[in-house]
């Protein structure tokens, strides 16, 4: 599933390539019968409306909140789009794979959302969408006594879970909590109450710096996450540990191998050497 990076890369190349254009048309071959009565696009009746509410408005800009997409329109309405498991937009690629939501835009050209499985939100926004959301990690009020605070909140949780914990921090999942743990040298299995201040000082910054490069590297393409235009991310490159388990740690003067636990239903990939189980007696 996209997470931060993925998003706010997606977020950056509808800026450039979509803020201003007007839709002059909308289609989609979502139609489901198990969204009967819900509002997402995947109901008919639902996109009927949807319809209507986006032909003719001017995308004024896009941003994004966790891992959601919001895109506002000139008539104050903004679209919410969760690219959940295996959706992505694209522009003006009309041959890409996996179409299920196409916009036509004024300059003739199309934004559209590939979606493989199916999977992916898309609706109008309205306030419940976001009121359980945990504060942003890499905006710069997000300073590491409230990343404590908000761990703080789960305190007998692990590591791992408490990472993901969408309510408690917005915009990390599997992938990037893997890639924080084992470079803050932290066991997933941890408990949150556990782990000494300095070491979570220690993965407030690295959780900071990867999330970061995740963005500066176009995002995690080892599935089906593609930017704007099509092309793979390159962060999947530097992992350390999502993914990696049997293969030798790459950290420095380490000789463990990589495994793999299950924690919360998710899977956690970890270096069982340098990365500490913190337990308190």
Not at 2 to 13: A, F, I, K, N, S
Not at 33 to 50: A, L, S, V
């Amino acid at each position: 599933m996209p997470e931060l990076p993925e998003v706010q890369t997606t977020v950056d190349g509808l800026n450039r390539t979509v803020k201003g254009r007007e839709i002059v048309n909308v289609e989609t071959t979502y139609n489901s019968k198990f969204y009967k009565g819900k509002e997402d696009i995947k109901n008919p009746e639902f996109f009927k409306k949807f319809r209507k509410q986006v032909v003719g408005q001017k995308i004024l800009k896009a941003e994004r909140r966790a891992k959601n997409i919001l895109i506002r329109l000139s008539n104050g309405k903004t679209i919410l789009v969760h690219m959940k498991m295996t959706g992505h937009f694209v522009y003006n690629k009309p041959s890409h794979p996996f179409i299920r939501l196409d916009f036509e835009l004024d300059n003739g050209k199309h934004l559209s959302l590939s979606d493989m499985r199916r999977f992916a939100k898309v609706t109008f926004l309205n306030p419940k969408h976001l009121e359980d959301l945990g504060p942003e990690p890499l905006d710069k009020n997000f300073q590491f006594s409230s990343f404590k605070f908000q761990l703080m909140k789960r305190p007998k949780a692990r590591m791992k879970q408490a990472l993901m914990d969408q309510s408690l921090i917005a915009g990390i999942g599997n992938i990037y909590s893997d890639e924080i743990l084992w470079r803050s040298c932290i066991h997933p299995l941890s408990l949150v109450k556990d782990v000494p201040e300095k070491n979570l000082k220690f993965a407030f910054r690295v959780m900071k710096e990867v999330l970061q490069k995740g963005i500066d590297f176009g995002g995690d393409s080892m599935s089906d996450y593609r930017n704007i235009m099509g092309e793979k991310g390159q962060f999947q490159e530097y992992h350390r540990a999502y993914r990696r388990h049997k293969t030798r740690c790459s950290k420095k003067n380490c000789p463990g191998t990589l495994e793999r636990v299950v924690v919360g239903a998710r899977s956690a990939h970890f270096c069982p050497v340098h990365q500490k189980l913190y337990a308190k007696k």
